[in-house]
Protein backbone atom coordinates (compact mmCIF):
# COMPACT_ATOMS: atom_id res chain seq x y z
CA UNK A 1 0.00 0.00 0.00
CA UNK A 2 0.97 3.12 -0.82
CA UNK A 3 0.57 6.75 1.21
CA UNK A 4 1.07 10.20 -0.12
CA UNK A 5 1.50 13.32 1.67
CA UNK A 6 2.00 16.63 0.08
CA UNK A 7 3.34 20.00 1.63
CA UNK A 8 4.69 22.83 0.41
CA UNK A 9 1.70 25.31 -0.05
CA UNK A 10 1.27 28.82 1.42
CA UNK A 11 0.40 32.30 0.78
CA UNK A 12 2.86 34.18 -2.23
CA UNK A 13 2.46 37.10 -4.55
CA UNK A 14 1.57 37.24 -8.22
CA UNK A 15 5.03 36.41 -9.77
CA UNK A 16 6.48 33.93 -7.20
CA UNK A 17 7.35 30.98 -6.89
CA UNK A 18 6.76 28.03 -4.54
CA UNK A 19 7.55 24.45 -4.63
CA UNK A 20 5.61 21.64 -3.34
CA UNK A 21 6.56 18.11 -2.64
CA UNK A 22 5.03 15.08 -2.16
CA UNK A 23 6.31 12.68 0.02
CA UNK A 24 5.44 8.76 -1.09
CA UNK A 25 5.87 5.82 1.44
CA UNK A 26 4.67 2.14 1.70
CA UNK A 27 5.39 0.09 -1.45
CA UNK A 28 7.46 2.62 -3.71
CA UNK A 29 8.06 0.06 -6.25
CA UNK A 30 4.35 -0.34 -6.89
CA UNK A 31 4.03 3.41 -8.06
CA UNK A 32 3.92 3.56 -11.89
CA UNK A 33 2.95 7.36 -12.33
CA UNK A 34 2.48 10.35 -10.11
CA UNK A 35 0.91 13.71 -10.86
CA UNK A 36 -0.31 16.93 -9.64
CA UNK A 37 -4.03 17.88 -9.94
CA UNK A 38 -5.35 21.49 -8.23
CA UNK A 39 -8.85 22.54 -7.44
CA UNK A 40 -10.03 26.07 -7.05
CA UNK A 41 -13.38 27.12 -5.25
CA UNK A 42 -16.52 26.09 -6.97
CA UNK A 43 -14.22 24.78 -9.87
CA UNK A 44 -13.34 21.02 -11.25
CA UNK A 45 -10.36 19.48 -10.24
CA UNK A 46 -7.69 20.49 -13.01
CA UNK A 47 -4.68 18.21 -13.84
CA UNK A 48 -1.16 19.84 -13.92
CA UNK A 49 1.43 17.65 -14.27
CA UNK A 50 2.84 14.15 -14.39
CA UNK A 51 6.01 11.71 -14.34
CA UNK A 52 6.45 8.35 -15.11
CA UNK A 53 8.72 6.07 -13.04
CA UNK A 54 11.09 6.22 -16.13
CA UNK A 55 10.89 10.48 -16.41
CA UNK A 56 8.39 10.95 -18.75
CA UNK A 57 6.80 14.22 -17.79
CA UNK A 58 3.97 15.75 -19.08
CA UNK A 59 2.33 19.26 -18.34
CA UNK A 60 -1.53 20.73 -18.89
CA UNK A 61 -1.38 23.53 -20.92
CA UNK A 62 -2.25 26.12 -18.28
CA UNK A 63 1.14 25.82 -16.49
CA UNK A 64 3.57 24.76 -19.08
CA UNK A 65 6.72 26.87 -19.14
CA UNK A 66 5.76 28.02 -15.85
CA UNK A 67 5.83 24.79 -13.58
CA UNK A 68 8.17 21.55 -13.52
CA UNK A 69 7.63 18.28 -12.44
CA UNK A 70 10.31 16.55 -10.71
CA UNK A 71 11.28 13.65 -8.37
CA UNK A 72 14.21 12.70 -6.32
CA UNK A 73 16.35 9.45 -7.04
CA UNK A 74 15.00 7.42 -4.93
CA UNK A 75 11.94 8.41 -6.52
CA UNK A 76 9.91 8.39 -3.27
CA UNK A 77 9.24 12.24 -3.43
CA UNK A 78 7.57 14.06 -6.38
CA UNK A 79 8.29 17.81 -6.68
CA UNK A 80 6.38 20.92 -8.30
CA UNK A 81 8.26 23.39 -8.94
CA UNK A 82 5.76 26.38 -9.65
CA UNK A 83 7.34 29.86 -10.70
CA UNK A 84 5.53 33.32 -12.04
CA UNK A 85 2.53 32.20 -10.16
CA UNK A 86 -0.67 33.94 -11.02
CA UNK A 87 -3.51 34.54 -9.34
CA UNK A 88 -5.59 31.71 -10.99
CA UNK A 89 -3.19 29.00 -9.74
CA UNK A 90 -5.06 29.48 -6.19
CA UNK A 91 -6.34 26.20 -5.18
CA UNK A 92 -6.00 23.17 -3.30
CA UNK A 93 -3.29 21.00 -4.78
CA UNK A 94 -3.49 17.15 -4.76
CA UNK A 95 -0.63 14.41 -5.29
CA UNK A 96 -1.77 11.22 -6.55
CA UNK A 97 -0.32 7.72 -7.99
CA UNK A 98 -1.01 5.48 -10.25
CA UNK A 99 0.06 2.08 -7.98
CA UNK A 100 -0.15 -1.72 -9.12
CA UNK A 101 -3.39 -1.83 -6.32
CA UNK A 102 -5.06 1.50 -8.06
CA UNK A 103 -4.83 5.30 -7.74
CA UNK A 104 -4.11 7.14 -4.28
CA UNK A 105 -4.46 10.78 -3.31
CA UNK A 106 -3.19 12.44 -1.11
CA UNK A 107 -4.67 15.14 1.07
CA UNK A 108 -3.87 18.12 -0.83
CA UNK A 109 -1.90 21.33 0.62
CA UNK A 110 -3.41 25.27 0.00
CA UNK A 111 -1.56 27.52 -2.40
CA UNK A 112 -3.02 31.26 -2.32
CA UNK A 113 -1.27 33.78 -4.62
CA UNK A 114 -2.54 36.93 -4.05
CA UNK A 115 -2.75 39.74 -6.59
Known amino acids: QVQLVESGGGLVQSGGSLRLSCLASGTISDIYLMRWHRQAPGKQREYVASITNTGDMDYGDSVKGRFTISTNNAKTTAYLQMNSLKSDDTGVYYC?????????WGQGTQVTVSS
Open 96 to 104: NADTRLGVV
